[in-house]
């Protein structure tokens, strides 16, 4: 009897969250909660049923869960909810759980199924109720963990796997690997993998690992992207623009050692790629020494008024080839990632790069 109190005590205290969010709605006139639902083959954790001042009343079943939704397990849940409401079991589903990430949250909305975690953090969306909370604080988040994806050998496999040429492709890991700019260790290929995969941004076929959602992988990078890990210097040079531009490439097309020596950056290589914002400086990354540099282009270092603005890329894995660009210029991805970071109109430019190379790539 005490082990049955328990287990009824432990399944209240959540579901105790979701009824705050609703207790106390104007529009709500009465609500009464079951837990334990047995209906023919199916059990339900809890049902809810709603009574409003005007409509038809609601019927809501509840999944409650003692461990944060996890990205990759969010799908199947709200498949299994929504096949609960096409058998007329309900008119809604909500998942209720200590925590739900922010991608957990992304693909139980899109399914049209409902959240809130302990906090009171949650979306609910079902005849007249809409409610939307979020930026409570969640003691059961694990920031630090997401943080992961985004070291600099993460990056390096995700800018392979988010090459608009790559979209649609199946990998293996060892593929991953070599794909890799410059390439990483099959170990950190596979710990990219399966990070990708808990977050469901990567599903595993017959035929091998297959991104999902490319364009919210690459929104969520640009959201963490921390450009100052680059080292920035400033110059004045003489050279008019169209000059400076010949001998960058000229310079630029010299290399070592099979590795390029740089590449026009942020508002200099979306110039190349996709014309929208002209601006009157001139951007680049540069690998190593700076002097030959310096003495091609003229430069002298200044604090302000600069022309020339250089980049020491904070890991080579920034050079990632953007193909046959001639000067040689940053991939669409990464130059998509600087201009998001930049100041002034970066905004505008970066979705100048986007529309041009990556939305049809993303989307079909």
Not at 252 to 280: C, D, I, K, T
Not at 288 to 315: H, I, M, Q, S, W
């Amino acid at each position: 009897m005490r082990d049955f109190v328990n287990t009824i005590a432990r399944k209240s205290r959540p579901l105790d969250a979701l009824a705050a969010v609703l207790e106390g709605l104007p529009l709500l006139q009465g609500m009464r909660r079951r837990l334990d639902v047995e209906e023919g083959p199916r059990t339900f954790d809890a049902v809810l049923e709603l009574r409003f001042q005007h409509g038809p009343s609601q019927r809501w079943i509840v999944e409650l869960r003692k461990t944060p939704v996890e990205p990759y397990a969010a799908g199947l849940q709200a498949l299994g909810l929504r096949e609960a409401i096409a058998a007329g079991n309900a008119d809604y589903a909500v998942v209720v759980a200590p925590f739900v990430s922010e991608r957990s949250a992304e693909i139980l909305t899109r399914a049209g199924v409902g959240y809130c975690d302990a906090s009171g953090n949650c979306r609910l969306a079902s005849g007249p109720i809409y409610i939307e909370r979020t930026g409570f604080r969640n003691a059961f988040a694990r920031k630090a963990r997401q943080g992961a994806l985004f070291t600099r050998g993460s990056e390096r496999v995700l800018r392979a796997l988010l090459d608009p040429a790559g979209q649609g492709r199946r990998w293996t890991v060892r593929e991953l690997a070599e794909a890799a700019w410059p390439g990483v260790s099959v170990g950190q290929a596979h710990k990219v993998a399966v990070r990708l995969e808990s977050e469901a941004f990567l599903r595993r076929e017959a035929a091998g690992l297959r991104v999902v959602e490319p364009e919210k992988l690459l929104e969520a990078w640009a959201a963490g992207y921390r450009f100052e890990r680059n080292e920035e210097q400033r110059f004045y040079t003489p050279i008019a623009a169209r000059e400076l531009r010949e001998r960058t490439a000229a310079l630029l097309a010299r290399g070592r050692n099979g590795m390029p020596l740089g590449a026009l950056a942020s508002f200099s290589a979306a110039e190349v790629l996709a014309p929208f914002v002209r601006q009157h400086r001139f951007f680049l990354y540069w690998r190593g020494d700076v002097k030959p540099l310096v003495r091609a282009l003229e430069l002298k270092p200044v604090g302000t008024g600069e022309a020339v603005v250089a980049y020491t890329p904070y890991d080579e894995g920034v050079l990632y080839p953007a193909g046959a660009a001639d000067p040689p210029v940053t991939s669409p991805v990464q130059t998509y990632l600087d201009l998001r970071a930049a100041p002034g109109r970066g905004e505008e430019a970066a979705q100048a790069v986007f529309d041009t190379f990556l939305r049809r790539a993303y989307r079909r």
